[in-house]
């Protein structure tokens, strides 16, 4: 799987941990389907959701960790989860046309509320404000939400942001009753566009999922900009929210459909899985960004790396190559269930004259540093 030197390590001082990953994958990641537009059907639990890794992705194991504990939900009720990956707003509308059983994971939010039941929470998101270190600015001094009310920042569109919202739409910290939004907020079509802000130093912060933003700024943003990116890791500034599973009232079923979802919910969380997700999240987050070695396999084959997972086309390595792992393999963290699934990372080179290259490299020539 990893290095022998690695596994050792880890075998030693995070086996408990390692097992849990192991069981966690092997119960909540089935391999993910997709359905084809003209053949959706509504006796088939066709799901709609969109990319925001690590939760949901239809380039990862299972469809990402949170699209894994929903199938393993709709298993509960009798149900194979076919999902569909569509931009959000997209897959909003697919789903009250009657398209589809579902769409996850949102945000309450009274409007949508009046088109959707909303399940209880699947999962709950831990949100922060994320800041440009290397900029100079009061946000550095902020140790409460009041002290944002003055500060730029954006709103992605459709996005909810729990206890934010009312200073993003209202300018106060209390939201007044019965009046429109009156804050002169910037609206962005996307968290990319948000960061690559924040990066330039646009807005003063953005609040956004602490697991979400950390993805995406490893895989969409250079080496040389991460340093612009930091947390205002401050207990007043942290907050959760639940993320839910909405069917649509257009369905006569819809409440049917709701209360079914819930008790195979609540069975799951009785049973600790969705504990070991939690973990599993933050485990994720921990070892991401972590600084590997390179070494020859052993085996005779060449020092590798490969542009596309899985694929024969290679590139050599030289000697003494390193890399920032940038996604760890289904097999390390325990979400591969597929046994012909190559057991790979990806990872970006920070050394020699393929500096800043990123690539698959098979999980035994990584060797963890500085452990």
């Not at 001094?141 to 920042?153: M, S």
Request: hydrophobic share 45%; glycine share 8%; aromatic share 10%.
């Amino acid at each position: 799987m990893i290095g022998k030197r690695t596994a050792a390590r880890l075998t030693s001082r995070y086996g408990t941990l390692l097992f849990l990953l192991m069981t966690l994958g092997l119960a909540l990641a089935p391999g993910v389907q997709r359905s084809a537009h003209a053949a959706v059907l509504l006796d088939r639990a066709v799901v709609v959701t969109g990319e925001w890794p690590p939760f949901t992705s239809e380039r990862m194991p299972g469809g990402g960790l949170l699209s894994a504990l929903v199938s393993e939900v709709l298993k509960g009720m009798d149900r194979e989860a076919v999902y569909e990956f569509l931009p959000f707003a997209n897959a909003l509308q697919m789903t009250d046309e009657g398209k589809a059983i579902g769409t996850f994971p949102w945000f309450r939010n009274a409007e949508r509320e009046k088109a959707f039941a909303y399940s209880n929470p699947i999962l709950e998101v831990e949100y922060v404000v994320f800041f440009n270190p290397t900029i100079q600015s009061p946000v550095r001094d902020v140790a409460a939400f009041e002290d944002l009310k003055d500060l730029k920042t954006v709103r992605v569109a459709g996005y909810a942001y729990g206890k934010l919202d009312c200073l993003l739409d209202f300018g106060t910290v209390e939201c007044p009753q019965d009046a429109p939004p009156v804050a002169d907020l910037g609206v962005v079509e996307s968290e990319y566009r948000a960061f690559e802000m924040l990066r330039d130093g646009e807005i003063d912060y953005l609040a956004a999922s602490r697991a979400v933003g950390e993805s995406l700024i490893d895989r969409a943003f250079p080496m040389e900009d991460r340093r612009k990116f930091g947390v205002l890791d401050r207990p007043a500034l942290t907050w959760s929210m639940g993320v839910h599973f909405l069917f649509p009232r257009s369905r006569p079923d819809a409440n049917d459909l709701k209360q079914a979802f819930d008790r195979a919910l609540a069975g799951i969380e009785a049973s600790g899985r969705v504990a070991e997700l939690r973990q599993t999240i933050e485990w994720q987050g921990r070892w991401k960004g972590r600084v590997v070695s390179l070494h020859e396999p052993g085996t005779g084959a060449p020092l590798a790396g490969h542009p596309r997972r899985g694929v024969a086309d290679f590139v050599l390595l030289p000697r003494g190559s390193r890399a920032v792992v940038l996604e760890w393999s289904g097999y390390f963290v325990g979400t591969a269930t597929d046994p012909e699934e190559p057991s790979m990372s990806y990872v970006q080179l920070i050394n020699g004259p393929l500096r800043g290259e990123r690539l698959w490299v098979r999980d035994e020539i990584l060797e963890l540093e500085g452990e």
